[in-house]
């Protein structure tokens, strides 16, 4: 069985404050993608990034980034300089390799204050 | 390009009515996704379609929902009778060669009064 869990239900955070999300999962599965979704107030899910578990570098696009670390089974997504536009509800899935299920968190809503 | 469509936006219908939610994907998307989301259960994938089929409907609540892709740019997803307990943000999603990389529709919300 696969399980997410975001522990953070809600943070609010200053405009220009740093933010880190915290994402622990669960899987039996030796191989996995992880993943970030944001689901700004629009509505609809956005795709932000997709993981390997072979892979645990870090990575940084812009103001985000995410740390990898197998060993605590944690996907944590850091954005950097809040801005208003961050505010949004972000989530956390897994899949294993090549299964088109994925396994999302209950998610965290971001909200940056001006 | 544009992006997953789906209509209606808003819906609010009485128990016991037909509600049909309709989704056209992203072209060239071969796998296409009805997915549930309420606060009590969060997002929950209702079926999975690719190239056109049906390969997973074990999320389907019951046999009131059932859900066709006639062809590759479009598919429905039927409530007949809904309920109240059906009230919910239905989202379609498609998807093409990323695995996991799925393309959200901006949702249909369902309220059965």
């Known amino acids: 069985a696969q399980k997410v869990t975001q522990a953070q239900t809600e943070i609010s955070v200053v405009e220009k404050e740093d933010v880190t999300l915290d994402c622990v999962y669960e899987t039996r599965d030796t191989t996995y993608y992880l993943f970030w979704y944001k689901q700004p107030p629009s509505g609809e899910l956005v795709f932000l990034i997709r993981r390997n578990s072979f892979d645990e570098q870090n990575e940084i696009s812009g103001r985000y980034s995410w740390n990898f670390q197998k060993s605590t089974s944690s996907f944590n997504f850091t954005i950097t300089a809040s801005q208003v536009v961050d505010s949004a509800v972000y989530f956390c899935a897994l899949s294993a390799i090549n299964d088109y299920k994925l396994s999302f968190g209950a998610g965290t809503t971001v909200t940056v204050r001006a | 390009d544009a992006g997953v469509i789906q209509s209606p936006r808003h819906e609010v219908t009485e128990m016991g009515q037909e509600v049909t939610l309709r989704c056209k994907p992203i072209?060239?998307?071969?796998?296409l996704f009805w997915y549930r989301q309420t606060m009590m259960r969060g997002l929950e994938l209702l079926i999975y379609?690719?190239?056109?089929?049906?390969?997973?409907d074990s999320g389907m609540p019951e046999d009131r929902f059932s859900a066709k892709m006639p062809n590759a740019s479009f598919s429905t997803l039927k409530i007949q009778p809904s309920e109240p307990r059906d009230s919910a943000v239905y989202f379609c999603a498609s998807s093409g060669a990323g695995v996991g990389e799925l393309f959200f529709g901006e949702g249909s919300r369902l309220t059965v009064l």
């Open positions: 379609f690719n190239n056109n089929v049906p390969i997973d």
């Open positions: 072209s060239g998307h071969n796998s």
